[in-house]
């Protein structure tokens, strides 16, 4: 009985800990930790601190994680009204709204303090920053209330590539706000691929996106247009601000390439759900590519390989 007992104690606390994760919205985090950490490597010349990089990652994701709960809280409502996120924490009961938001506090305190003592305040206040516009900006305002509360909410996204080039430089340059740009603008064609795919429960709960408000032909055409303009700013962290070299503008050109490609998949097919969640799953693949060559191309093997390999071809000619 008492084994019995303590199993069943061990299974509701493993519960409770699964519920608090999912506020958090865990898939959501790892490409906002990625755009942080390409910013961190080209701030830093590709020698970025490990404990330093160890520690904005742990705080960007506290601060998202503080953001995601409260907007839990937040959209409880209409997440209980939505088939898709029925049995959240927050709708389905597994976790009362006063727990949540003693938790999304608790992180948010974690994060600035955590940025604030082992990177800088700069940092510490983008995070703090990102967690506010996510919440009032998007979560409040915009959301239920604007046809445009992706494009502007997207800000809120963009604001870790801030975090990672403050942490490293405790400076904001040109060149980060660029790489803020290019997630900005990578935001509506990736959310509204994914809004066309579920447009009935956007619809259903009244809440304004582009494909409820404008229809499928409109959405696919602002996504077009998002998708052309997006590769057209990944090329200028190359020229004319030589932030990265010649590697990082190959990869973006390619990156690019499909992404725009399957964008006009998507414009000549603009009611094909299935078209339309190739896009969506490209685009997370475009951005976390995009930034994973951001990285080696900052490292200094990288350059050093570049530079042998003209000197080869120069001496071969």
Not at 193 to 208: E, F, H, Q, S
Not at 247 to 271: T, V
Request: a neutral charge; proline letters at 4%; aromatic letters at 12%.
């Amino acid at each position: 009985m008492i084994e019995t007992n303590v199993s069943r104690h061990h299974e509701t606390f493993l519960q409770v800990i699964q519920s608090y994760y999912q506020l958090t919205k865990p898939r959501i985090i790892p490409l906002l930790l990625i755009t942080t950490a390409g910013s961190m490597w080209i701030a830093a010349k590709g020698e970025v601190d490990p404990l330093l990089l160890l520690v904005t990652l742990i705080g960007g994701t506290l601060a998202a994680a503080s953001a995601q709960t409260i907007n839990c809280i937040y959209d409880r409502d209409i997440d209980y009204e939505m088939e898709r996120t029925r049995h959240r924490p927050m709708p389905s009961g597994r976790v009362q709204p006063r727990d949540a938001l003693i938790f999304a506090i608790a992180l948010a305190v974690g994060s600035f303090t955590l940025l604030t003592v082992f990177a800088n305040l700069l940092a510490a206040l983008l995070a703090f920053s990102g967690i506010v516009f996510y919440i009032l900006v998007y979560t409040h305002w915009l959301k239920r209330h604007s046809v445009q509360n992706i494009v502007i909410g997207g800000a809120a996204g963009a604001i870790p590539a801030l975090v990672g080039w403050a942490a490293v430089t405790d400076t904001l340059s040109w060149a980060a706000w660029l790489i803020f740009a290019i997630v900005f603008l990578w935001t509506p064609p990736h959310f509204w691929a994914l809004a066309l795919m579920i447009r009935d429960d956007y619809a259903k709960v009244g809440i304004p996106m582009l494909p409820v408000v404008a229809g499928d032909k409109a959405t696919v055409r602002q996504i077009w247009y998002y998708t052309l303009i997006t590769v057209a700013a990944t090329v200028l962290l190359f020229y004319p601000l030589g932030a990265s070299g010649v590697l990082y503008a190959a990869i973006a050109l390619s990156l690019g390439g499909f992404f725009i490609h399957k964008s006009w998949r998507l414009l000549q097919n603009p009611e094909d759900r299935t078209v339309a969640k190739e896009l969506f799953l490209y685009s997370i693949s475009y951005m976390m590519l995009l930034c994973l060559g951001m990285v080696v191309d900052s490292l200094p093997i990288t350059h050093s390989l570049i530079t042998a390999a003209i000197n080869q071809l120069h001496f071969i000619s």
